[in-house]
């Protein structure tokens, strides 16, 4: 189980500030992560702050590639289980009644004991809701490259602490299907490295690297974007712990400048030379949920919902709930995969 902390990113990997002012270390909670040997360590010294600058640095489109979706793997690992999936919900605190409260009320009531929710500050309603599944990072609630950095830090030792097989970020924007996770999970290894999402550019992102002579050189990597969700495996989240775990992570992203999820991507792609595994099931606000067919809506990992286009984009789902009632329409799209819901209105 874990402990209503407070983390803070000048803490050594895996340290909490309880609310009472001790310090609680992450492995104390899961003692099976202490006894592995792939336990990591942070290394190197914390660089400088850099300011951060615009996310600006596409690609130009005469260097496009193209990036295919690789075949699901013909040795399927059989009796993956919902346990050994750490899932983390990324959210702040003026969006806990609204975005928050409508995850609690439909997905996340089908998978509580493997979801986290990472927020910036204290809520009586949510922790009572939650327990010690909600985290208080005391990460600032900007919408800013430190502070979603310093909420992924957060979020990836927790994970590293916990000793489970699969780390799988999400939104407070998006819905997840246990089930499709489990599907496309078993397709993989947890011991192999595994870095799987959806990107939402048709070609590797162009970022600035700074060197540590000050210098500069331009990096190309593709990322998953965080606003679809993506999953990692234990054996390179462990490899990516010397530039992912606790103050590392910032450092990591100021080298580039561009924001947490992007940063993931340069980490695995340009530090460890891995490759992001794109897959479609993965889904944002940035494209057209629309499109989406109806009788393929319960294969996907993850839905959204936003604005596209300057028009509301949700998935195209009648009732049983109007759009004025469920205008995310995750509601409408829990009743159709869990019938049965108390809440749910029965046909006939």
Wanted: hydrophobic share 35%.
């Amino acid at each position: 189980m874990f402990p209503s902390g407070r983390w803070h990113e000048s803490q050594a990997p895996g340290d909490f500030l309880l609310q009472s002012g001790s310090q609680f270390n992450l492995t104390e909670l899961f003692p099976l992560a202490t006894a592995s040997q792939d336990s990591p360590r942070a290394l190197g010294p914390r660089l400088p702050r850099a300011k951060m600058a615009p996310a600006d640095v596409l690609g130009d489109s005469s260097r496009r590639q193209e990036l295919k979706e690789p075949p699901v793997s013909s040795s399927v690992r059989r009796g993956l289980e919902l346990g050994e999936v750490f899932i983390a919900v990324k959210t702040t605190k003026r969006f806990h009644q609204t975005r928050l409260e409508l995850l609690l009320d439909t997905w996340i009531s089908k998978a509580k004991q493997q979801t986290y929710i990472f927020t910036d500050e204290a809520d009586e309603a949510l922790q009572k809701r939650m327990g010690d599944h909600v985290v208080f990072t005391n990460c600032s609630a900007e919408h800013s490259h430190p502070a979603l950095s310093c909420k992924m830090a957060a979020e990836f030792d927790a994970f590293l602490a916990s000793g489970l097989s699969w780390f799988c970020h999400l939104d407070d924007d998006n819905y997840l299907n246990p089930q499709a996770l489990l599907k496309l999970l078993s397709s993989y290894s947890p011991a192999r490295d595994v870095y799987i999402g959806k990107p939402s550019l048709n070609r590797p992102i162009q970022a600035s690297e700074t060197m540590l002579n000050n210098q500069t050189r331009s990096v190309r990597f593709w990322f998953a974007t965080g606003g679809a969700g993506f999953c990692i495996s234990r054996r390179l989240a462990v490899k990516m712990a010397p530039w992912a775990s606790g103050s590392n992570f910032l450092s990591t992203s100021e080298l580039i400048r561009l924001p947490d999820d992007c940063t993931v991507g340069y980490i695995v792609e340009c530090k460890l030379g891995g490759r992001l595994l794109p897959n479609t099931l993965f889904h944002s606000h940035l494209e057209n949920l629309q499109l989406i067919p109806r009788p393929q809506l319960p294969q996907q990992v993850t839905l959204s919902y936003g604005v596209f286009e300057k028009k509301l984009n949700t998935v195209e789902l009648a009732g049983p709930f109007s759009q004025h009632d469920d205008p995310s329409r995750f509601q409408s799209l829990h009743c159709l995969l869990y019938p049965d819901t108390s809440w749910c209105p029965r046909p006939g």
